[in-house]
C-alpha cells in the first residue's frame, strides 16, 4: 500500500507570492489533515478534511485554506506570503472509524525568502 | 485549552540503561493520548497510544488521569531507538486532529 505522498517536497518562495502544496492521501482514507512545524511552534494542527468539507481547523489566519477532491486528494494553499510562514508541511491521513491511527506523509519544506 | 507538555528537549543516555520520556498533557474530557516517533530521515510514524495498552519495540506508556500523565518507558535503551519522540492527544477517535508536544531528542550513547 503506497503511503502518504506530498508534492512537492522542496519549494522556495518570495514574500507575497501564493503557494499551493499537494497531499495524496493513502488509498481508502477519507480524512486528511495538515500541520505546520517550525523550530520554534512545534507542530501545529492547520485543519482537516473530511469527503471534501473543512471538519476541523486551528488557529491559523484566513490566509491558510485548503480544499479536497473527490478522490480524497488534498491541496493547502498559503496567499500573501510572510517570512514566518517558512516550515515543513506535513500532511496525515486516517481511515473512518473509532481509534484510527494517522499517517504523515514526508511534508514540504517551504521557505519564503 | 488542549497543551501537552514534554519538559525535556533532549535526554541522552548509555545503551542498556532505563529511558523516560515525560509527558503532560491538560484536557478538559478523555483525550486518547499517543507517542509518535521520528527516526533520522524518515516520516513521522505512530509508536504507540494508550488505548491499545500495547509495548511496542520493548516501549510502554501508562496513562495516568491523576497525575494528566502519559510518560514514555523502556527498560533497557538500544541505539536505533535514537529519534526524536513526541507526544500527542486527541478528543476520543480522533486521530485526525492532534495537539502535539513540542519533542524530546533522544539520544542512546554506545
Known amino acids: 500500500k503506497a503511503g502518504v505522498t506530498q508534492t512537492p517536497r522542496y519549494l522556495i518562495k518570495t514574500r507575497g507570492q501564493q503557494v499551493t502544496l499537494s497531499c495524496s492521501p493513502i488509498?481508502?482514507?477519507?480524512?486528511v489533515s495538515w500541520y505546520q512545524q517550525t523550530p520554534g511552534q512545534g507542530l501545529q494542527f492547520l485543519f482537516e478534511?473530511?469527503?471534501?468539507?473543512?471538519?476541523n481547523k486551528g488557529n491559523f489566519p484566513g490566509r491558510f485554506s485548503g480544499r479536497q477532491f473527490s478522490n480524497s486528494r488534498s491541496e493547502m494553499n498559503v496567499s500573501t506570503l510572510e517570512l514566518g510562514d517558512s516550515a515543513l508541511y506535513l500532511c496525515?491521513?486516517?481511515?473512518?472509524?473509532?481509534?484510527?491511527?494517522?499517517?504523515f506523509g514526508q511534508g514540504t519544506r517551504l521557505t519564503v525568502v | 485549552a488542549q497543551r501537552v507538555t514534554q519538559p525535556e528537549k533532549l535526554l541522552s543516555v548509555f545503551k542498556g540503561a532505563p529511558v523516560e520520556l515525560k509527558c503532560n498533557y491538560s484536557?478538559?474530557?478523555?483525550?486518547?493520548l499517543f507517542w509518535y516517533v521520528q527516526y533520522s530521515r524518515q516520516r513521522l510514524q505512530l509508536l504507540l497510544r494508550?488505548?491499545s495498552r500495547e509495548s511496542i519495540k520493548g516501549f510502554t506508556a501508562d496513562l495516568n488521569k491523576g497525575e494528566t500523565s502519559f510518560h514514555l518507558k523502556k527498560p533497557f535503551a538500544q541505539e536505533e531507538d535514537s529519534a526524536m519522540y513526541y507526544c500527542a492527544l486527541s478528543g476520543i477517535g480522533g486521530a485526525q486532529k492532534l495537539v502535539f508536544g513540542q519533542g524530546t531528542r533522544l539520544t542512546i550513547n554506545p
Open positions: 496525515a491521513s486516517s481511515s473512518t472509524g473509532v481509534y484510527t491511527e494517522a499517517f
Open positions: 488509498s481508502g482514507h477519507r480524512s
Open positions: 494508550h488505548i
Open positions: 478534511y473530511f469527503s471534501e468539507t473543512q471538519r
Open positions: 484536557y478538559s474530557g478523555s483525550p486518547e
